[in-house]
Protein backbone atom coordinates (compact mmCIF):
# COMPACT_ATOMS: atom_id res chain seq x y z
CA UNK A 1 0.00 0.00 0.00
CA UNK A 2 1.17 3.63 -0.72
CA UNK A 3 2.76 4.95 2.33
CA UNK A 4 4.54 8.31 2.89
CA UNK A 5 6.53 8.59 5.99
CA UNK A 6 8.05 12.43 7.23
CA UNK A 7 10.76 12.50 9.68
CA UNK A 8 13.29 15.39 10.55
CA UNK A 9 10.74 17.54 13.10
CA UNK A 10 12.04 18.97 16.29
CA UNK A 11 12.87 22.14 17.86
CA UNK A 12 15.09 24.29 16.40
CA UNK A 13 15.79 28.26 17.28
CA UNK A 14 15.40 30.91 14.61
CA UNK A 15 17.64 31.68 11.66
CA UNK A 16 18.96 28.07 12.05
CA UNK A 17 18.75 25.44 9.69
CA UNK A 18 16.42 22.44 9.08
CA UNK A 19 15.82 19.40 6.59
CA UNK A 20 12.78 17.43 6.79
CA UNK A 21 12.21 13.74 4.80
CA UNK A 22 9.70 11.61 3.26
CA UNK A 23 10.20 7.96 3.08
CA UNK A 24 7.54 6.42 0.34
CA UNK A 25 6.84 3.08 -0.47
CA UNK A 26 4.16 1.02 -2.32
CA UNK A 27 4.41 3.36 -5.51
CA UNK A 28 6.49 4.15 -8.50
CA UNK A 29 8.01 7.04 -6.55
CA UNK A 30 9.82 8.05 -9.65
CA UNK A 31 6.44 8.32 -11.31
CA UNK A 32 5.27 11.21 -9.04
CA UNK A 33 5.19 14.42 -8.65
CA UNK A 34 5.09 15.15 -4.63
CA UNK A 35 4.40 18.35 -2.86
CA UNK A 36 5.47 19.36 1.25
CA UNK A 37 2.10 21.23 2.72
CA UNK A 38 2.05 22.58 5.77
CA UNK A 39 -0.35 23.71 9.12
CA UNK A 40 0.68 25.98 11.67
CA UNK A 41 -1.14 25.16 15.05
CA UNK A 42 -4.84 25.85 14.84
CA UNK A 43 -4.16 27.12 10.84
CA UNK A 44 -5.23 25.93 7.78
CA UNK A 45 -3.29 24.31 5.22
CA UNK A 46 -0.24 26.03 3.49
CA UNK A 47 1.61 25.13 0.59
CA UNK A 48 5.09 24.79 0.53
CA UNK A 49 6.45 23.58 -2.74
CA UNK A 50 6.19 20.84 -5.06
CA UNK A 51 8.52 19.04 -7.07
CA UNK A 52 7.74 17.49 -10.26
CA UNK A 53 9.24 13.54 -10.77
CA UNK A 54 11.82 14.12 -12.50
CA UNK A 55 13.21 16.39 -9.92
CA UNK A 56 13.57 19.28 -12.86
CA UNK A 57 10.65 21.09 -11.72
CA UNK A 58 10.21 22.82 -8.62
CA UNK A 59 7.74 25.43 -7.16
CA UNK A 60 7.78 27.50 -4.03
CA UNK A 61 5.33 29.11 -2.21
CA UNK A 62 6.45 32.83 -1.96
CA UNK A 63 7.18 33.11 1.80
CA UNK A 64 9.41 30.16 1.45
CA UNK A 65 11.01 31.16 -2.15
CA UNK A 66 14.76 31.77 -1.07
CA UNK A 67 14.63 30.08 1.97
CA UNK A 68 13.20 26.77 1.58
CA UNK A 69 14.74 23.99 -1.55
CA UNK A 70 12.49 21.07 -2.55
CA UNK A 71 15.30 17.91 -3.93
CA UNK A 72 14.14 14.24 -4.33
CA UNK A 73 16.19 10.95 -4.45
CA UNK A 74 13.91 8.76 -6.90
CA UNK A 75 17.19 6.03 -6.17
CA UNK A 76 16.28 6.35 -2.48
CA UNK A 77 12.42 6.84 -2.62
CA UNK A 78 12.83 9.77 -0.55
CA UNK A 79 11.59 13.45 -0.64
CA UNK A 80 13.50 16.01 1.22
CA UNK A 81 12.75 20.08 1.95
CA UNK A 82 16.23 21.78 3.23
CA UNK A 83 14.78 24.46 5.36
CA UNK A 84 17.21 27.60 6.40
CA UNK A 85 16.88 31.23 7.65
CA UNK A 86 13.93 29.49 9.84
CA UNK A 87 11.58 32.06 11.46
CA UNK A 88 8.69 31.42 14.07
CA UNK A 89 6.13 31.76 11.69
CA UNK A 90 7.37 28.18 10.14
CA UNK A 91 6.64 26.46 12.96
CA UNK A 92 3.62 23.87 11.61
CA UNK A 93 3.26 20.58 10.95
CA UNK A 94 4.71 19.52 7.66
CA UNK A 95 3.00 16.81 5.49
CA UNK A 96 4.52 15.44 1.90
CA UNK A 97 1.31 14.43 -0.10
CA UNK A 98 1.82 12.58 -3.44
CA UNK A 99 -0.10 14.08 -6.42
CA UNK A 100 -1.72 12.21 -9.22
CA UNK A 101 0.35 10.45 -12.11
CA UNK A 102 -0.68 13.97 -14.21
CA UNK A 103 0.13 15.89 -11.56
CA UNK A 104 -1.86 19.13 -11.02
CA UNK A 105 -5.04 17.61 -12.20
CA UNK A 106 -6.36 14.82 -9.45
CA UNK A 107 -5.41 16.23 -6.22
CA UNK A 108 -3.13 15.34 -3.89
CA UNK A 109 -4.52 11.63 -3.33
CA UNK A 110 -1.79 10.50 -0.53
CA UNK A 111 -0.59 12.40 2.76
CA UNK A 112 1.80 11.34 5.25
CA UNK A 113 1.07 11.72 9.02
CA UNK A 114 2.94 14.78 9.15
CA UNK A 115 6.18 16.18 11.28
CA UNK A 116 6.23 18.73 13.75
CA UNK A 117 8.72 21.87 13.35
CA UNK A 118 9.05 24.37 16.11
CA UNK A 119 10.69 27.25 15.67
CA UNK A 120 11.56 28.74 19.15
CA UNK A 121 14.80 30.32 20.92
CA UNK B 1 -2.31 35.56 -6.85
CA UNK B 2 -5.39 33.51 -6.90
CA UNK B 3 -7.54 33.45 -3.94
CA UNK B 4 -10.09 31.03 -2.79
CA UNK B 5 -12.61 32.23 -0.38
CA UNK B 6 -14.32 29.39 2.21
CA UNK B 7 -17.59 30.00 4.45
CA UNK B 8 -15.50 29.65 8.43
CA UNK B 9 -18.40 27.36 9.62
CA UNK B 10 -21.18 25.61 8.14
CA UNK B 11 -23.85 23.02 10.37
CA UNK B 12 -26.20 20.76 9.54
CA UNK B 13 -28.81 18.59 11.07
CA UNK B 14 -27.83 14.79 11.49
CA UNK B 15 -29.32 13.03 8.19
CA UNK B 16 -29.53 16.65 6.38
CA UNK B 17 -27.90 18.05 3.30
CA UNK B 18 -24.68 19.84 3.94
CA UNK B 19 -23.10 22.73 1.26
CA UNK B 20 -19.54 23.84 1.41
CA UNK B 21 -18.55 26.25 -0.86
CA UNK B 22 -15.26 27.29 -2.60
CA UNK B 23 -15.05 30.96 -4.04
CA UNK B 24 -12.42 32.00 -6.99
CA UNK B 25 -12.54 34.24 -10.24
CA UNK B 26 -13.76 32.06 -12.67
CA UNK B 27 -13.09 28.95 -10.83
CA UNK B 28 -15.39 26.90 -13.34
CA UNK B 29 -12.30 26.87 -15.40
CA UNK B 30 -9.62 24.87 -12.81
CA UNK B 31 -10.07 21.74 -11.61
CA UNK B 32 -10.69 21.87 -7.95
CA UNK B 33 -10.13 19.50 -5.47
CA UNK B 34 -12.03 18.83 -1.84
CA UNK B 35 -10.07 17.44 1.35
CA UNK B 36 -11.67 16.52 4.69
CA UNK B 37 -9.14 16.53 7.76
CA UNK B 38 -10.30 15.20 11.30
CA UNK B 39 -8.58 16.65 14.23
CA UNK B 40 -5.36 14.75 15.18
CA UNK B 41 -5.14 13.32 11.29
CA UNK B 42 -4.11 14.24 8.16
CA UNK B 43 -5.92 15.49 5.23
CA UNK B 44 -7.76 12.95 2.90
CA UNK B 45 -8.79 13.65 -0.36
CA UNK B 46 -12.87 13.31 -0.76
CA UNK B 47 -13.55 14.94 -4.08
CA UNK B 48 -10.99 15.50 -7.34
CA UNK B 49 -11.22 17.24 -10.38
CA UNK B 50 -14.82 19.01 -9.68
CA UNK B 51 -17.33 15.63 -9.13
CA UNK B 52 -14.79 12.56 -8.53
CA UNK B 53 -14.93 10.73 -5.79
CA UNK B 54 -11.93 8.68 -4.85
CA UNK B 55 -12.42 4.87 -4.18
CA UNK B 56 -13.64 4.17 -0.41
CA UNK B 57 -15.28 7.87 -0.21
CA UNK B 58 -19.34 7.41 0.26
CA UNK B 59 -21.62 8.52 -2.62
CA UNK B 60 -22.73 10.93 -0.05
CA UNK B 61 -20.14 13.23 -0.87
CA UNK B 62 -20.48 14.77 -4.39
CA UNK B 63 -19.22 17.58 -6.03
CA UNK B 64 -20.00 20.81 -8.54
CA UNK B 65 -18.32 23.77 -9.92
CA UNK B 66 -20.16 26.36 -11.92
CA UNK B 67 -18.86 30.23 -12.40
CA UNK B 68 -17.01 31.39 -9.62
CA UNK B 69 -17.93 28.76 -6.90
CA UNK B 70 -17.63 25.25 -6.36
CA UNK B 71 -19.34 23.35 -3.84
CA UNK B 72 -18.88 20.32 -1.81
CA UNK B 73 -22.24 18.70 -1.07
CA UNK B 74 -22.97 15.88 1.79
CA UNK B 75 -25.85 14.55 1.64
CA UNK B 76 -27.91 12.41 4.81
CA UNK B 77 -24.50 14.16 7.31
CA UNK B 78 -23.17 11.86 10.19
CA UNK B 79 -21.56 12.69 13.27
CA UNK B 80 -18.38 11.02 11.61
CA UNK B 81 -18.57 13.87 8.72
CA UNK B 82 -18.25 16.84 11.44
CA UNK B 83 -14.53 17.75 9.62
CA UNK B 84 -12.44 20.48 8.51
CA UNK B 85 -13.02 21.06 4.77
CA UNK B 86 -10.93 22.66 2.19
CA UNK B 87 -11.12 23.20 -1.46
CA UNK B 88 -7.68 23.47 -3.36
CA UNK B 89 -6.45 24.10 -6.89
CA UNK B 90 -3.80 24.81 -9.11
CA UNK B 91 -2.97 28.50 -10.16
CA UNK B 92 -0.34 30.21 -10.84
CA UNK B 93 2.04 27.22 -10.70
CA UNK B 94 0.93 26.78 -6.92
CA UNK B 95 -0.87 24.68 -5.48
CA UNK B 96 -3.99 27.56 -3.50
CA UNK B 97 -6.14 26.06 -0.54
CA UNK B 98 -9.22 27.65 0.48
CA UNK B 99 -8.79 29.04 4.15
CA UNK B 100 -11.15 25.90 5.07
CA UNK B 101 -14.95 25.12 6.47
CA UNK B 102 -15.66 23.55 9.77
CA UNK B 103 -18.21 21.62 9.10
CA UNK B 104 -20.76 20.48 12.38
CA UNK B 105 -23.37 18.04 12.35
CA UNK B 106 -25.91 19.09 14.64
Known amino acids: QVQLVESGGGVVQPVRSLTLSCAAS????????IHWVRQAPGKGLEWVAGIWYDGYNKYYADSVKGRFTISRDNSKNTLYLQMNSLRAEDTAVYYCARDSIVATMSGLDYWGQGTLVTVSS | SYELTQPLSVSVALGQTARITCGGNNIVSKNVHWYQQKPGQAPALVIYRDTNRPSGIPERFSGSNSGNTATLTISRAQAGDEADYYC?????????FGGGTKLTVL
Open chain 2, 88 to 96: QVWASSSVV
Open chain 1, 26 to 33: GFPFSSYA
